[in-house]
């Protein structure tokens, strides 16, 4: 059978189903009230997304997601997420827990937080507690300690501000060395 036909049959079935399922009286619709204060959960979720070429910008893998719809939050257990640019890999994210607010406009990691910056000149990783992310605008901020290690030096810091967008960083109370190539 061809499987066009298969797939004209199964929406006309789908269809009949859901007309006769709505007009019976046996569903209730849902009001929309009572959506919005839904709590949603997931298990080992993998994510991909495009950007608006189509070209990889996230890959993430998440063990455990609670959604509220009502306050826009989310709670992420163990997310290790890879952002891309140019279909490469430029930065590394882990934490075992994200809390994300506002629709994701502002996500706060906390413990074992690891975020790697990849460069021309090798990589630069951050270690801290807790270190908030906002993705829209690529900037990361924390007074927490870092500890911070690049090709050409190790530190700790009270404190980071970066835009990883035009690779600014702002680091409080430095203690470390340099070793300038």
């Not at 189903?17 to 007009?23: A, C, K, L, Q």
């Not at 839904?38 to 070209?55: F, N, P, R, W």
């Not at 306050?71 to 891309?84: H, P, Q």
Request: without cysteine.
């Amino acid at each position: 059978m061809d499987t066009k036909v298969l797939y004209v049959t199964a929406v006309l079935i789908a269809a009949v189903s859901g007309g006769y399922y709505y007009y019976s009286g046996k569903g209730n619709k849902l009001d929309a009230n009572a959506a919005q204060s839904m709590t949603y959960s997931a298990e080992g979720i993998h994510v991909l997304q495009t950007d608006e070429k189509g070209d990889l910008h996230l890959r993430a893998t998440v063990d455990h997601l609670e959604q509220d719809l009502k306050k826009e939050t989310a709670t992420l257990v163990n997310l290790n997420a890879s952002m891309y640019e140019n279909n490469q890999v430029n930065s590394t994210f882990y934490a075992k827990q994200a809390n994300g607010y506002d629709d994701n406009e502002k996500v706060v990691l906390k413990g074992q937080v690891k975020a790697t910056k990849l460069g021309e000149q090798g990589q630069m990783v951050f270690l801290t507690d807790e270190l908030t992310s906002y993705p829209k605008r690529q900037v990361l901020e924390t007074t927490h300690q870092v500890t911070v290690t690049a090709p050409n030096a190790s530190f700790i810091s009270q404190g980071l501000n970066a835009n990883l967008s035009t690779g600014e960083y702002e680091f409080t109370h430095i203690r470390g060395k340099y070793v300038p190539n």
